[in-house]
């Protein structure tokens, strides 16, 4: 049922309210394994996401802190584990997660820009994101996420062969291009794995070390506090920029140029 959960309703609502002048994707199709293996599968809205993250806080004061995060997550349906025909993904996505931030304490949880995204299928790398912007709010009194973590990521680099709109045109080259950037929306539905013991897996603890210096020593017990152990659902959505909102957009620079002009005159 987690899993299920749509935790979009605030991140990436994810991670948010997508970008004004960008379209969701829906009926698009990934092809997990490339092409001349499995044959495509149609994605009607979303990708879903579950998996592990490990968060260690740096409190600045009694209530304000800094965070570095490590999280994995695989995909291996889509659109809450339904999809066409019920069919799961094979092979499944796996996407590592590393960013930074800060928050305060029953407050605000603020990632900084520039974290990245990077998806993996097998040991083959198919695409890159980097963070444009992401948030939470926490429980009252703690450095939890109520539940719901947003985050908005840009495609930095994408493989042929693995996403396609609806007509089967590969998404590729308008994500690695310029100017049409495709951005990956996600949402996580981030839950508390301490119950007093859990200890943070080996693996997350050597992707923190590999991404953080100094590097952390296990077992690591998560308490909730400075060192917080995740549980995260929740969706990978793809947008594209409306070429019509972005004509207006150019028609709105245009004008303030010449407004700009008259001024001068």
């Not at 790398?125 to 709010?137: K, P, R």
Request: aromatic share 10%.
């Amino acid at each position: 049922m987690m899993k299920k959960t749509i935790f979009g309703t605030t991140l990436i609502g994810c991670m948010f309210a997508m970008s004004a002048h960008a379209a969701t994707l829906t009926n698009w199709y990934i092809d997990t394994d490339g092409a001349g293996g499995n044959a495509p599968e149609l994605v009607i809205d979303y990708l879903d996401l579950v998996g592990q993250a490990y968060v260690k806080n740096t409190f600045t004061s009694a209530t304000t802190f800094t965070f570095n995060e490590v999280g994995r997550f695989t995909t291996a349906t889509a659109d809450g584990g339904s999809g066409l025909g019920g069919n799961d993904l094979s092979p499944s996505l796996l996407s590592y997660f590393v960013g930074t931030g800060s928050g305060t304490t029953g407050g605000i949880l603020n990632f900084n820009p520039g974290a990245t995204l990077d998806v993996f299928s097998g040991a083959t790398g198919i695409a890159d994101f980097v963070l444009l912007e992401g948030s939470a709010n926490l429980i009252a009194n703690s450095t939890l996420p109520n539940g719901t973590v947003s985050l908005i990521f840009r495609s930095t680099s994408m493989a042929t062969g693995y996403f396609f709109d609806e007509f089967m045109n590969d998404l590729a080259p308008i994500a690695n291009s310029v100017d049409g950037l495709v951005l990956g929306f996600a949402t996580t539905n981030a839950i508390s794995l301490a119950n007093g013991s859990a200890t943070v897996t080996p693996t997350l603890i050597g992707d923190y070390n590999a991404a953080f210096d100094p590097d952390v020593v296990g077992p690591i017990v998560a308490n909730d506090t400075t060192d917080l152990y995740l549980s995260n659902n929740g969706q990978f959505r793809v947008a594209v920029p409306e070429p019509g909102l972005l004509g207006l957009l150019g028609i709105g620079l245009l004008g303030m140029g010449l407004t700009a002009r008259k001024r001068k005159v």
